[in-house]
């Protein structure tokens, strides 16, 4: 299953049960001259996604102790198996932003938050009675700690941290800029748009991703490596663009609705705005999907509010209400 995609880089597929990602790409930089061998990103802390992620290593004749492992952002379904990989021999990499994000919950932040956003309390009360295993995170994990601008060397390429926030706070992308590679982890996502959302109200995370997407457009990028899919036959310059107007239609399309529904709250935003998902209803909504877009919504809302163009305010019984300013 192992596919050889440039000198000395390899990708195989860690297929993601039930999940609308499908698979996560991993990636992994061999070096022929005896050298460490670097893997990025890992899969989610399932067996199935370990046993892919084992096989494409031992394809790859990959010895745990001659191997470091780079993970983009904190995602559970990038750095699942930190702990099986690290158990084995493995040396962890990751960005310190993430790090510390990954280790402060911030799904709790989340749910302390989502009442005010108008989450129904039966919602708040099933995604709360989830654990650290239902959503297929690792058992806590040492790393070394990565910062924007290091450079990590492996197999004859020189990579460089970018950092990139807005999926996560501390995503990093891998830049190799002698052979115009860019490792875009899901900062730059192709057939599939990056989730965008916000825990609480005090993230502009959407203001920071399309800030990202406009810093990363700068770099001159002949193959971009991202996290999940495929990149098809679009340039990476052209899907950055196409991803950045993709928000400026979402927060057009999230200030319209607030301006037809004076005082909507950001739960029903998330059940009036269109999702690429597969379900009849708004109700019929997985309640995970559900999660994930409200707090996309509040992505916009958050990001329209900072700039004077909705306002929020707190009802009585405790809901922020949003009306467009004109
Ligand atoms: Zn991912």
Redesign the pocket.
Known sequence: MTLNIAENIWVFPIVLPDNP?KW?NCYVIKDREGGRDLIIDSGFNQPACLSDLLSGMEELGLRPENTDVFFTHA?A??TGNAAALRKMGCRLMMGRIDYEYMRSAPWERGLRHKGEEGVPEKMLQEINSKSAGDWLMSAPFEAELLEEGDCLKYGGHKLRCILTPGHTPGHLCLYDKEHRLMFSG?HVLFDITPNIAAADFEDDILGSYMDSLLKIQLYPVELTLP??RTTGEISFSRRVDELYRHHLERLSEAERIVSENPGISCYDLAGHMSWAIRADSWENFPVGQKWFATGEALAHLIYLVRRGRVERRIDASGVARYRKLS
Do not use: I, K, R, T
Request: aromatic fraction near 0%.
């Open positions: 990602l996560l995602h379904d990038h899901d996290a999940h």
